[in-house]
C-alpha cells in the first residue's frame, strides 16, 4: 500500500471523524438511524456529459480549488468495503480491475474502516471508487470528506454528486470553485442552487 493511502481502523475512524454520515440498524423498532452532521447548504451536481475520466478530473479539480491535500473516505454503515458476491464477481471487466486495485490496497471483504488518502493517489482511487459504485447496489453509502471535515462529499452511482459545506467560509469557498468547473446543477428538490 501507498504511504498516501492509509487505512485506519473503524473505532478509530468514527473517534477522529465524527462530522461523517453514519446509519445503524436498530433491532428494536426494525429501522435505520441516521446521523448526518449540521450543514449550511445541500447541492447537487452534474456534468452535462460525464464518464468516469470526466467525474474523477472534475471533482479532482474541485478539491484543488478548495486546497484539500488529505481525505478520509468511510461507509456510513458498519459493513466491509467489498461484499462477497462483488468479489466473486467475474462477468464485468471493469469492475475485476477495480478489485484488483482494490486488493492491491489491502482492501477485500473483510475490511470495514476508513481509508485516508492524500490527493494527488485521487486521480487513481476514484475511478475506481466511481466504478464499484456503479456496479455494486450495496455500495451506496460511503461519504468522503477533507481532513479537517469542512465538507462532506458523496458520489452517486448516476456520476451526480451530493456536496454538504459544513461552514460558512467553505461555503462561500465551494460555490466559487463549482464555477470554474464543468459542473451544473442537478437541480435535484429541497436543494440549494449553485
Not at 49 to 78: C, H, P, Q, R, V
Not at 82 to 101: A, M, V
Not at 121 to 133: Q, V
Not at 181 to 190: A, G, L, M, P
Request: charged share 30%; net charge positive; with cysteine.
Amino acid at each position: 500500500m501507498s504511504k498516501r493511502i492509509k487505512k485506519i481502523k473503524r473505532d478509530i475512524c468514527l473517534i477522529k471523524y465524527r462530522k461523517l454520515p453514519l446509519i445503524e440498524y436498530e433491532k428494536d423498532t426494525d429501522s435505520e438511524v441516521y446521523y448526518f452532521p449540521n450543514y449550511k447548504s445541500q447541492y447537487w451536481i452534474k456534468l452535462e456529459k460525464s464518464s468516469s475520466k470526466t467525474i474523477t478530473a472534475e471533482t479532482i479539480k474541485i478539491l484543488k480549488l478548495l486546497d484539500f491535500k488529505k481525505f478520509i473516505f468511510l461507509n456510513g454503515k458498519n459493513k466491509s468495503w467489498i461484499s462477497k458476491e462483488t468479489q466473486n464477481r467475474k462477468d464485468y471487466k471493469p469492475l475485476i480491475k477495480t478489485l484488483q486495485y482494490f486488493k492491491s490496497l489491502k482492501i477485500d471483504s473483510k475490511f470495514n474502516g476508513g481509508i485516508q488518502i492524500e490527493i494527488d493517489e485521487l486521480d487513481k482511487f476514484l475511478p475506481n471508487f466511481y466504478e464499484i459504485t456503479s456496479c455494486d447496489s450495496g455500495f451506496f453509502d460511503y461519504h468522503f470528506t477533507d481532513i479537517n471535515q469542512n465538507i462532506i462529499f458523496y458520489i452517486h452511482y448516476s456520476g451526480e454528486i451530493q456536496i454538504l459545506p459544513l461552514n460558512k467560509k467553505y461555503n462561500i469557498k465551494l460555490l466559487e470553485a463549482i464555477k470554474q468547473t464543468k459542473f451544473i446543477d442537478s437541480f435535484r428538490d429541497n436543494t440549494d442552487r449553485i
